[in-house]
Structure formats: structure tokens, C-alpha cells
């Protein structure tokens, strides 16, 4: 199952974004799953009413908590991207306490890949999970496929190529200096 945080969609943003495209993808691979959330359709109404935050967490809990079941992997990208903005609670707050709410269940079958970039409260929340971190800055394939692809932008992209030639070369290394990993 895979979640990508994206800014420029306000459904992938928040819990109810998270929460609601993994019951679906889990009810594309299982019936026993589809019965699961089925039965929470029903409570509300086959429709004619939202089911709360509540009520999404406890059906993805129900799902991953079936016996006999196989390796799921949870793949939550660009949590940084879930915004951190005030309002009470704010949407990337209720995004960390969710995930530490499914990873406290300690469950065998279920990993999780979480992609982030370590801001303060994500960092905070993840560390105290103790979950293994993979700092890809600071890896140097993932570094050299940004510089490789950074070059075959400034030298493919018709305007940029219009550039002289020190130029297109101080954007590339100015970009693979000052990127981060990004």
C-alpha cells in the first residue's frame, strides 16, 4: 500500500487522505478486507454519512489485525509535506499521531517505509519509535542520480539550452551543492 503527501492535491494532505486511499487499495486486494470496510459503509449510512477519523483508524486497524494474512508493507512518502499550519489539531499533527498509533500495534505481518524530510516534529515523533532511519542526503547514488538528472535537464530542455555554456554549468553544480539531497 503506498501514500504520497502532495501539495498541489488538498485530498492528499491530511488523515482522511491517508486513511481513505488505504482501505481502498486494501479492499482491491482482498475480499476479506472489502468485507471489513463494507461493514463500516453500512454504519454510516451505505454512504449518507462521512465516518470520522475514529472510525477510518479502527477499520484499518481491523484489516491489518485479520488473521492469516501476508506481509503488508505501508508505504507513507513526503510526510513533509502534509502541512504543518495552525488550526487545532493540525493536519500533519493527526498524520504522526495516526502512524504512531499503527506502528504501536506491533504487528509482525505489517512493516512501514515512512519517506520524510526531518523536520522537528517528525523527527521527534519517529525517533521516539525507534524506527531505522536512512539518511538519503548522504548517500552517494542518491546524490549522483540528482547531479545525473539535473544535467539532463539543463542539457535536454530547449530553453536551457539557449543558455551559454557556464551558465548551464553553474546552475548544475549550484543545484547539486545547495539541494540537500532534494
Request: net charge negative; glycine share 4%; aromatic share 8%.
Amino acid at each position: 500500500m503506498f501514500f504520497y503527501f502532495d501539495l498541489r492535491d488538498s485530498d492528499k494532505q491530511n488523515e482522511r487522505g491517508l486513511l481513505s486511499s488505504l482501505l481502498v487499495q486494501f479492499c482491491h486486494t482482498s475480499d476479506r478486507f472489502s468485507q471489513t470496510l463494507s461493514s463500516l459503509y453500512s454504519v454510516y449510512g451505505n454512504g449518507l454519512r462521512q465516518p470520522n477519523r475514529y472510525a477510518l483508524i479502527e477499520c484499518l486497524k481491523d484489516i491489518l489485525e485479520l488473521p492469516e494474512q501476508r506481509e503488508i508493507y505501508i508505504v507513507v512518502d513526503a510526510l513533509d509535506e502534509c502541512p504543518n499550519v495552525s488550526g487545532l489539531p493540525m493536519p500533519r499533527e493527526l498524520v504522526l499521531t495516526i502512524m504512531e498509533e499503527l506502528i504501536d500495534i506491533h504487528l509482525p505481518h505489517v512493516h512501514f517505509c515512512v519517506t520524510s524530510r526531518l523536520e522537528v516534529d517528525i523527527r521527534s515523533v519517529l525517533e521516539a519509535l525507534q524506527l531505522h532511519e536512512v539518511p538519503l542526503h548522504e548517500q552517494a547514488g542518491h546524490n549522483q542520480d540528482i547531479s545525473d538528472y539535473i544535467e539532463h535537464i539543463v542539457s535536454s530542455d530547449p530553453k536551457m539550452q539557449r543558455w551559454r555554456e557556464e551558465d548551464g554549468r553553474l546552475v548544475v553544480k549550484t543545484l547539486n551543492e545547495r539541494g540537500g539531497g532534494m
